[in-house]
């Protein structure tokens, strides 16, 4: 994770008051809905990546739950880049938030009114080629994901956050980094807590499919695409709790932290620069900087779109 740790600045929409009160039922219960979307440097300015895919998401996740508010993607769009072009480093994370100030008791969703806020993060940026990660270690967690009967987990809310912040505390204070966490009903390895898994097994690339209760990570698509591209051999499916200890490779995909190897799941060694993960990696940090691929159309330059989305 190359985050810096606090926070720039929030951007409050002027619709809302700025800032959130204690009483809010956002703040009592967990009911907001948010994503998180990375703004890279590039030749030509800073550049967010698969802007209009995380706010899909967004609005799909506030559709999910049933949030009430008042925006479509164009409107999101522009609060967004406004919030990333507001001075700072190139390379940021943005933190876009559907919350409601009410203060007023109730869970139906329904009554009440939901509007954004972007939390901006400042990132370290581009580290030198030179630098290879050591690798993180990882523990299979007790503590499955919610079921998807119980949950939808293509909703990103604040509240079941909780749940993997109640995994990763656990693994970390077992002397591990994160945790995987298996599909309550399968029994099938689902994802880490705040990142999608990858497991590579022969030179052959393997992820978790969406059957098995995990988030649909944009970063996740992203490495599938890259390594079709790149004519790695690539596999959705099934992955048992055994096949982690068969495997060669490990790491961890996610907005925030990118791609990150890992050295070992509970005590078996995997390499944290083995070919796969750093032919996919070297792909990444080239993508996002419009250095690679550039036909996807993945990067929306927040200079040029200043005067296209206007408000
Ligand atoms: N799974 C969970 C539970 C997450 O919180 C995240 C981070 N959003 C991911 C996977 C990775 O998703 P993405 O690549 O879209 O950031």
């Known amino acids: 994770m190359t985050a810096q740790g606090s926070s720039l600045r929030t951007v409050w929409d002027p619709a809302g008051p700025a800032g959130l009160p204690f009483g809010s039922n956002s703040m009592q219960h967990g009911t907001a809905v948010f994503e998180g979307i ?9 550049a967010v990546f698969r802007l209009d895919d995380h706010l899909a998401r967004l609005l799909a996740s506030a559709r999910q739950l049933g949030v009430p508010h008042d925006y479509d993607l164009p409107r999101l769009r522009e609060r967004v880049l406004a919030a990333a072009r507001a001075g700072g480093p190139d390379e940021v994370y943005l933190r876009p938030v559907l919350h409601t100030p009410d203060e007023r008791l109730g869970i139906d969703l329904a009554r009440f009114r ?5 939390e901006v993060y400042a990132m370290a940026g581009e580290p030198a080629t030179t630098t290879l990660p050591a690798g993180v270690r990882l523990t299979v967690s007790p503590w499955r994901r919610p079921a998807a009967t119980s949950f939808p987990p293509q909703v990103k809310a604040t509240g079941t956050y909780v749940v993997s912040a109640l995994a990763r505390t656990a693994a970390v204070a077992a002397g591990h980094d994160d945790a995987i966490q298996l599909d309550p009903v399968s029994g099938r390895v689902a994802e880490a807590t705040v990142a999608n898994v990858f497991l590579v097994r022969d030179g052959r690339l393997l992820t978790p499919w969406l059957a098995d209760g995990l988030l649909a990570g944009i970063t996740r698509d992203t490495v599938l695409v890259l390594a079709r591209r790149l004519g790695i051999e690539v ?3 099934p992955v048992e709790p055994a096949d982690l200890s068969r495997a060669q490779e490990v790491f961890l995909t996610g907005t925030a932290a990118e791609l990150v190897p890992a050295s070992e799941v509970d005590g078996h060694r995997t390499d944290p620069r083995g070919p796969v993960f750093r032919a996919v990696a070297e792909a990444f940090r080239d993508t996002v900087r419009g250095r690679r691929f ?4 993945w990067l929306t330059h927040t200079s040029l779109s200043r005067h296209t989305n206007p408000v």
């Open 114 to 118: 939901f509007v954004l806020a972007v």
């Open 235 to 237: 596999v959705e499916g």
């Open 38 to 46: 990375r703004c890279y440097a590039t030749s030509r300015g800073p």
């Open 294 to 297: 550039d036909d996807l159309g």
